[in-house]
């Protein structure tokens, strides 16, 4: 349930990650205060940083506190979707938590924890946003620009041309080529090696081949560039020949 959130983060086991897994859970909150939260001074951290003493829990909880986080620590679940929330508005957030204040008396969902005080906020600037459209940049491997409508734009193009159905059922169709007798084509050289012949052979036979598809690319752009010169709406008139 905390993939998306995980992975707008840059956690380095978004899918695997188990809050209930103790050890998991107090190194993942301390990699979160370290990396992204940063609520408490470097100096100030060597409590929650200390995850093997017993008194841990009373250092988590009292960290849950100055965050002005609304869940109790038996709450773990609520407790971590809370704190990925507010690390991915720190993240996303423009220039920081510039513009938002926190009332944990309002409520214990983070929609109303949270509260803008300037007046236009558009979806560009949400950080939910942000945080999505860099989620989906990371699952597709899309390399990371700072405007976020250029990685959006490239998302809606890399699933156009690779994830609707009839790219899907185009990539997905089997290309059966001719049987290709190795022994009727000449390599013109000989290497020792009857093994790596036979490799030079097919690696031969595969530059021809896309050769031939370069040449028919060519050829498709020479028609192209020809229907233009060639097109009867053409003004001759336009056309200025001597002085």
């Given at each position: ?44 951290r060597?409590n ?26 038996q ?17 996303y ?58 990685m ?82 053409t003004?001759?008139?336009l ?5």
């Amino acid at each position: 349930m905390f993939r998306r959130k995980l992975s707008a983060l840059d956690y380095h086991n978004p899918a695997g990650f188990n809050c209930r897994d103790e050890t998991e859970f107090r190194n993942f909150i301390v990699w979160l205060e370290d990396q992204k939260i940063r609520h408490y001074k470097i100096e100030d951290r060597g409590n929650l940083r200390n995850i093997h003493s017993e008194d841990w829990p009373k250092s988590f909880e009292k960290y849950m506190k100055d965050v002005n986080c609304p869940f109790k620590i038996q709450e773990r679940q609520e407790t971590v979707d809370w704190l990925l929330g507010l690390a991915v508005r720190l993240e996303y957030g423009d220039n920081g938590m510039r513009g938002i204040r926190v009332t944990p008396q309002n409520g214990r969902g983070m929609g109303s924890l949270i509260h803008f005080t300037e007046p236009q906020h558009g979806l560009v600037n949400n950080p939910d946003f942000k945080a999505g459209v860099m989620a989906l940049a990371n699952l597709l491997q899309i390399q990371r620009h700072d405007d976020y409508l250029v990685m959006l734009k490239a998302i809606r193009i890399l699933v156009q041309e690779r994830l609707t159905q009839d790219a899907i059922a185009k990539a997905s169709q089997s290309k059966e080529g001719l049987p290709v007798a190795l022994e009727k084509h000449i390599l013109g050289f000989d290497t020792g090696d009857a093994v790596i012949n036979e490799a030079a052979q097919i690696l031969r036979l595969l530059h021809i081949e896309e050769l031939r598809e370069l040449q028919t690319k060519i050829n498709e752009a020479i028609v192209a560039v020809q229907a233009i010169i060639a097109d009867p709406k053409t003004d001759h008139r336009l056309g200025k020949v001597g002085r």
